[in-house]
C-alpha cells in the first residue's frame, strides 16, 4: 500500500503519514487508530506492545493478578476469607481502595481486590434494597479490577472486569451507574477509531442522568469524553462545545468531583482535557497557548497531572522546541513514573525526539533507557 493510499483510507494527509514514517513527528492516538484500522492490525500492533504483558516471575503483582483472575471466575461459586464483611466495611475498604488507585499504588489495591470481591458476591444475593447497595459496591469493584488489570497489561482480564461493569449497572438500582458504564464502555470506541459511534453512545445515555449534584458531575464525565472523541473524528470546534458545556456545568453547580468510583468531574480533569484536545488535531499552537495560561498541579491525581505533562510533550515536539519536549517527560515521569513508563505516547515522542537531534543527548538517552525505549 502506498503512502497515498494508506493516507486516504486513514482520512489524514499524505504528508502527515510521511512524517510519521520518517519518524520527525509523532502520530496521535487517532493516527494510529486510524492506521490500525486501514491496516486490519490491533493498534498493540503499530505501539510495538503486547496487549497482554506476562508476569511470569514469582512477585506480588504475578500472585495477585492470578487471585484477582480466580474471584473474578468464582462470580458463582464465592468463598470470602474470614468472617462474613458487612457491607458498610466492604463499602470503606473499597473507598481506600479508590483512593490508593488515585495515588497509583494498584499493586496494594491488586491484593486487596480479590477477598473483597468473594464478599460482594454473596451480599449482593441478598433481596430488596440491600442487595442493590451491595450490587452497586460490586459495579465499583468491577471497575476497579478492570483499572489495575490494565495497568498491570492484563487486557483479557481488564475485558470480562469492563463486560461485568456494564452487565451489571441496570441491577443496581442507580440510572447513573448505567451512564458511568457507557462512558468506560466508550473507550472501546475512542481505542479503535469508532469515534461517532462512541459519541452516539453517549448521547444515548445521557438519558439516564437528572438533575442532582452527582447527575453533573456524570454530565461532565460524559462532556470531556465526548470532546475528545469529537477531536479525534477531527472537529474541534465541536470538542471545544462539550468543553465549554463541562465547564458551564462546573462553574455553576460545583458538583462533587468524585462521586462515583471513575468519575472525575474536578476542575483539574477538565483543564487536563482543555489543554490536550488541541494536540488531538496537531494544532500544537493552541495546545501550548492553553497550558500557558492555567497552572496544572494537584497532588491528588498524578495520573491526570502526569497524562497532561505527556500531552505537553508532544505539544511541544509537533511545536518544534525540543528542550520543552523533554522537560514535559521528564515531568511526566516525576510525578507518575509507572504511568508515564508505560504510556505508548510517551515512546513515540521520545523516538522522535531523537531523530530530530543529530545525535542523542546525555538527557535524552537518560530518559529513554528509564522508560525501556530503544533509540
Same mark, same amino acid.
Given at each position: 500500500?502506498? +503512502?497515498? +493510499? ?5 482520512? #489524514? ?8 514514517? +520518517? ?13 490500525? %484500522?486501514a491496516l486490519g492490525v490491533k493498534v498493540s500492533t503499530l505501539y510495538g506492545t503486547s496487549d497482554n504483558e506476562a508476569l511470569d516471575e514469582p512477585s506480588q503483582e504475578s500472585a495477585g493478578i492470578a487471585d484477582l483472575r480466580s474471584a473474578l471466575d468464582a462470580y458463582d461459586d464465592p468463598r470470602p ?5 458487612? =457491607? ?5 475498604? =473499597? ?17 486487596? =481486590? ?37 495497568? #498491570?497489561? +492484563? ?7 469492563? $463486560? ?7 441491577? /443496581? ?14 473507550? %472501546? ?9 462512541? =459519541? ?7 438519558? &439516564? ?41 462546573? $462553574?455553576? #453547580? ?14 483539574? &480533569?477538565?483543564?487536563?482535557? *482543555? ?5 488531538? &488535531? ?33 505539544? *511541544? ?30 515512546? $513515540? /515522542? ?16 537518560? #530518559?529513554?533507557? *528509564? ?5
Amino acid at each position: 500500500m502506498s +503512502q497515498p +493510499q494508506l493516507a486516504r483510507r486513514m482520512t #489524514f494527509s499524505t504528508s502527515l503519514v510521511k512524517k510519521v514514517e +520518517q519518524g520527525t513527528k509523532p502520530p496521535s492516538p487517532a493516527f494510529v487508530a486510524g492506521a490500525a %484500522r486501514a491496516l486490519g492490525v490491533k493498534v498493540s500492533t503499530l505501539y510495538g506492545t503486547s496487549d497482554n504483558e506476562a508476569l511470569d516471575e514469582p512477585s506480588q503483582e504475578s500472585a495477585g493478578i492470578a487471585d484477582l483472575r480466580s474471584a473474578l471466575d468464582a462470580y458463582d461459586d464465592p468463598r470470602p476469607e474470614g468472617g462474613t464483611l458487612a =457491607l458498610d466495611a466492604v463499602i470503606a475498604r =473499597l473507598a481506600a481502595a479508590s483512593g490508593r488507585i488515585l495515588a497509583l499504588h494498584h499493586t496494594d489495591v491488586l491484593s486487596e =481486590l480479590p477477598n473483597l470481591l468473594h464478599h460482594l458476591y454473596v451480599l449482593a444475593d441478598e433481596p430488596g434494597r440491600a442487595g442493590e447497595s451491595a450490587r452497586a459496591a460490586l459495579h465499583d469493584a468491577y471497575r476497579m479490577s478492570a483499572t489495575v488489570a490494565g495497568r #498491570f497489561r +492484563q487486557a483479557d482480564l481488564a475485558a470480562i472486569a469492563s $463486560e461485568r461493569h456494564i452487565q451489571l449497572a441496570p441491577r /443496581t438500582g442507580d440510572s447513573l451507574r448505567i451512564a458511568i458504564s457507557a462512558y468506560h464502555r466508550s473507550t %472501546r470506541y475512542l481505542q479503535h477509531g469508532d469515534y461517532r459511534r462512541g =459519541l452516539r453512545l453517549l448521547d444515548r445515555t445521557r438519558d &439516564n442522568i437528572g438533575t442532582g449534584a452527582k447527575d453533573r458531575a456524570v454530565t461532565i464525565q460524559l462532556d470531556l469524553r465526548a470532546a475528545i472523541l469529537a477531536a479525534r473524528a477531527g472537529d474541534p470546534a465541536e470538542a471545544d462545545d462539550y468543553l465549554g458545556e463541562a465547564r458551564a456545568v462546573a $462553574e455553576e #453547580f460545583h458538583p462533587p468531583a468524585v462521586p462515583y468510583y471513575g468519575v472525575d468531574a474536578s476542575t483539574t &480533569n477538565i483543564v487536563v482535557h *482543555w489543554c490536550a484536545a488541541p494536540v488531538e &488535531n496537531y494544532n500544537s499552537a493552541e495546545a501550548v497557548r492553553r497550558a500557558s495560561s492555567v497552572t496544572v498541579s494537584d497532588p491528588h491525581r498524578p495520573e491526570r497531572i502526569g497524562h497532561h505533562h505527556i500531552d505537553m510533550a508532544r505539544a *511541544w515536539m509537533l511545536h518544534g522546541d525540543r528542550g520543552r519536549t523533554l522537560d514535559e517527560l521528564n515531568k511526566a515521569r516525576a510525578v507518575a513514573p509507572n504511568a508515564t513508563r508505560r504510556h505508548p505516547s510517551v515512546a $513515540e /515522542t521520545t523516538r522522535a525526539l531523537a531523530v530530530s537531534e543529530s545525535r542523542a543527548t546525555d538527557s535524552l538517552a537518560e #530518559f529513554a533507557q *528509564w522508560a525501556g525505549i530503544r533509540l
